[in-house]
């Protein structure tokens, strides 16, 4: 699904990657591969939203480089993504994006 040229496949199938894909399943690096070419490279904000959201359900550090370049996206729902991309890391950059964020316009970003 991931590889579809249809948004409305590719935000499934990110969705589901994010709920399948922990770290003992067997497929957990090639779906990080997979989510972080979709983050690096996808313009569709509901695909890009499902796929930070993903990354958040994986809890992996090297989601951080990803997610960082989409903080300031012009869509809420891709910024909101973004917080819970990062909410379970304590890393330096994710930590200072969202303290950024709990500036943000938008109450759902905040929160």
Do not use: Y
């Not at 249809?6 to 499934?12: A, F, G």
């Not at 992996?60 to 012009?74: E, G, M, P, S, W």
């Not at 991309?85 to 994006?97: K, P, Q, S, V």
């Amino acid at each position: 699904m991931c590889e579809s040229k249809s948004s409305n496949e590719i935000e499934p199938g990110a969705d589901l990657l994010g709920q399948l894909s922990k770290p003992d399943c067997g497929f957990h690096e090639e779906s990080l591969s997979i989510l972080f070419r979709i983050v690096d490279e996808e313009v569709d904000t509901n695909v890009l939203q499902s796929a930070t959201v993903a990354l958040g359900h994986l809890g992996d550090i090297r989601a951080v480089d990803h997610l960082v370049k989409l903080k300031n996206h012009a869509s809420e729902d891709v910024r909101h993504g973004v917080v819970f991309g990062m909410l379970t890391h304590e890393d330096e950059r994710a930590i200072a994006t969202l303290i950024e964020l709990s500036k943000d316009e938008d109450d759902d970003v905040r929160s």
